[in-house]
T-cell receptor
Framework: DTAVSQTPKYLVTQMGNDKSIKCEQNLGHDTMYWYKQDSKKFLKIMFSYNNKELIINETVPNRFSPKSPDKAHLNLHINSLELGDSAVYFC???????????????FGAGSRLTVL | GQNIDQPTEMTATEGAIVQINCTYQ??????LFWYQQHAGEAPTFLSYNVLDGLEEKGRFSSFLSRSKGYSYLLLKELQMKDSASYLCALRDSNYQLIWGAGTKLIIKP
């Protein structure tokens, strides 16, 4: 019944490795996102994706690549992991064109990545 | 540029009222959100303001003044479970969310 689910919840890996985080939403939302929350707790958008378009944040290194096999899934692949990639990564989804225009985000539980 | 400021930490007593302020600077505005985030969990939506005034939702209310670049979240009848971080987020002219660092609220018995 989980609305937005992401796996794994915890990921510990060595520098230089490649890893993926998976995300699935069963809300029927059109738009999905990846956010990074660092130790200072700022939430920073990395990518947003709807059926038609992937929007890439220019500040995200190209070692990060989102992959969306369908509108219910948005996975995050990270190549050549660095120490600074350690953070909590949140997947989220939203539905555009809601009645209130609020476009509220529903977040997954987060994936804590630790790079050693 | 865009900037959001909110206090880093606040402490309040169970049963009391607390107001968490958020000030912002932006060239374009399309709404202001408040989210609650318990430690180790995902942020969850609390409120949304796009017009000036107060939006009330149970024990929680949110206020917006666009001319002053100011919002607050008011929590009444505080409960221990309200201990969390409260994130202010601004939606800019490109409909992108800009997040504050959050205010950690500590509730004491």
């Amino acid at each position: 019944d989980t609305a937005v689910s992401q796996t794994p919840k915890y990921l510990v890996t060595q520098m230089g490795n490649d890893k993926s985080i998976k995300c699935e939403q069963n809300l029927g939302h059109d738009t999905m996102y990846w956010y990074k929350q660092d130790s200072k707790k700022f939430l920073k958008i990395m990518f947003s994706y709807n059926n038609k378009e992937l929007i890439i944040n220019e500040t995200v290194p190209n070692r990060f690549s989102p992959k969306s096999p369908d509108k219910a899934h948005l996975n995050l692949h990270i190549n050549s992991l660095e120490l600074g990639d350690s953070a909590v990564y949140f997947c989220a989804s939203s539905q555009e064109g809601s009645e209130t225009g609020a476009n509220v985000l529903t977040f997954g539980a987060g994936s804590r990545l630790t790079v050693l | 540029g865009q900037n959001i400021d909110q206090p880093t930490e606040m402490t309040a007593t169970e049963g009391a009222i607390v107001q968490i302020n958020c000030t912002y600077q932006t060239s374009g505005f399309n709404g202001l959100f408040w989210y609650q985030q318990h430690a180790g969990e995902a942020p969850t939506f609390l409120s949304y303001n796009v017009l000036d005034g107060l939006e009330e939702k149970g024990r929680f209310s949110s206020f917006l003044s666009r001319s002053k670049g100011y919002s607050y979240l008011l929590l009444k009848e505080l409960q221990m479970k309200d201990s969390a971080s409260y994130l202010c987020a601004l939606r800019d002219s490109n409909y992108q969310l800009i997040w504050g660092a959050g205010t950690k609220l500590i509730i004491k018995p």
